[in-house]
């Protein structure tokens, strides 16, 4: 893969194939070097709830069978690793797909308003401690030509996530408009933030601002990844901002009649 043609830089076109041939293999070798670190990662973050498990098994085949307390405790610890492994790899399929597969198969006009507001119902429903306001401007007959299950997705990771990280102020807004044949959506909470630092980081893979405290909320660090490849996807853009304690505000932006990525 290394290996690249010497360009002789006179202008004919052998010299002008001989540049397309190496910028392919660059192409081709940055590719296989995400790849590559994409494989490491994920095994890296599946390894640690399969060494817990270990762990936890081991208990119960050693004190298990005679100590009542040791079996419950790490039957249930043991059920709580296998829920978080499921959780990866869903994930992980999820990215997947959403990297791969062209999104003209699932193509259809959708009317955007009640999908917001059946996405926000679902949410509501699971956290009665939550205030979710909604905000719209200029939607009235705004139809978008998505797929809204991965619409209604990206929603549920930004919603997940504003409920994840809020401990005490529990008001989310969401807040959206058209303007100019441009749709933007944004969540807003007022929980803990991300620390400036972080930001750059926030939307790669795995990435999560404190592992400890992400693992025991449940989080992956897959999902920003999977809300910006989907809103890629339809020509779009995502972005937040965040001040630590204060709140973060995710928005993200596509053209109306986006016009599609061939992958
Ligand atoms: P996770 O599954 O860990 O939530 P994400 O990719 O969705 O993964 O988010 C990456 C990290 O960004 C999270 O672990 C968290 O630290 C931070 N984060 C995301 N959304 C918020 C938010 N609304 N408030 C505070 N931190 C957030």
Partial sequence: LRERV???????E?????KLFNDLMNQLENSFMKQKQFVEDASHELRTPITILEGHLSLLNRWGKNDPAVLQESLVASLQEVRRLKGIVQELLTLTKVETQPVQDVLEPTPLEPLLVQTI?????LQP??????????????MLTINPLQL???????????????????????????ENHVVSISIADHGMGIPEADLPH????????????????GGTGLGL????????????EIQIESQEDRGTKVTIRFPLAPCLRLH
């Fill in 202 to 217: 926030i939307f790669d893979r795995f990435y999560r601002v404190d592992k400890a405290r992400s693992r025991e909320i």
């Fill in 225 to 236: 990844s999977i809300a910006k490849q989907i809103v890629n996807n339809y020509q779009g």
């Fill in 121 to 125: 119902k679902r949410v509501e429903i």
């Fill in 6 to 12: 010497v360009v002789v830089e006179n202008g004919d």
């Fill in 129 to 142: 401690d939550f205030t979710f306001t909604m905000k719209t401007a200029n939607l009235a007959d705004v």
């Fill in 14 to 18: 052998l010299s002008s194939l001989a």
């Fill in 152 to 178: 209604e997705q990206v929603l549920l990771i930004l919603l997940d996530n504003a409920v994840k990280y809020t401990v005490e102020d529990k008001r989310i807004t969401l807040e959206a408009r058209h």
